[in-house]
């Protein structure tokens, strides 16, 4: 199976080692990843802030780059519902602007084929047992956009618990958001500081080494806050955990 592997701005920038996981994590599994230099932002953060128009030229980009393969895999809940969700949406809006059909012609082929990682294990490779090997113990994060947007329910839990030498201890109030939310946490920073402070405190309580969570934008808002708090706790993405072998373990 060739796919493509879907980094997004934040991984490409502050967290490539996530990007690396998921290379060798796939490749191990038998799937052929390219990565297609000409990626760029999906959009997510102009539609978020309210430059809708603005992403569409991001949108069509995203369209034009990954159309082609059989399937496009990224370790982002929250840019991975960009395309599902929010890119239908964009083409209706654009047509009940009077704007036509063009742009949800132009962004259809790439809705139903963009996974996040978890649910591309799970749904279409159809593994749970990747053959990580991770001796650990570690406390979850469902993320919102994985959550309530792209409905992961328990396929990050499975992988998780399927990994070799992990102890999953269950996170108090773990479906409760983080706190970060993008431009949220710049607008609302009291706020958001304070949800990120509960969070935190909650996963401190499982005794667990590491927090997990299926974004890194997620995990960048509550790696600091831990670093604040001094936990001694680490955040690490998902990916980074199930590319974990016996013979290759995770720095």
Known sequence: MRVALFLTCVNDTLYPDTGRAVVKLLTRLGVDVDFPMGQTCCGQAHYNTGYR???????????????????????SGSCGAMVRELYPRMGERARAEGRGDTLARTLAPVVPKTYELTEFLVDVLGVTDVGAFYPHTVTYHPTCHGLRGLGLGDRPRRLLEAVK????????????????????????????????????????????EVLCAADNSCLMHLGGTMARLRTGMRPVHIAEILASTEEEPLG
């Open 53 to 75: 128009h603005e992403a569409e030229p991001l949108a069509r980009k995203f369209s034009d780059v990954f159309r082609e393969y059989e399937a496009i895999v990224t370790p």
């Open 165 to 208: 030498g992990l102890e999953l201890r269950e996170l108090p109030g773990a479906d409760e958001c983080c706190g970060f939310g993008g431009t949220f946490a710049l607008k609302n920073s009291d706020v958001s500081a304070a949800m990120g402070k509960d969070k935190v405190r909650n996963a401190e309580s499982t005794g667990a």
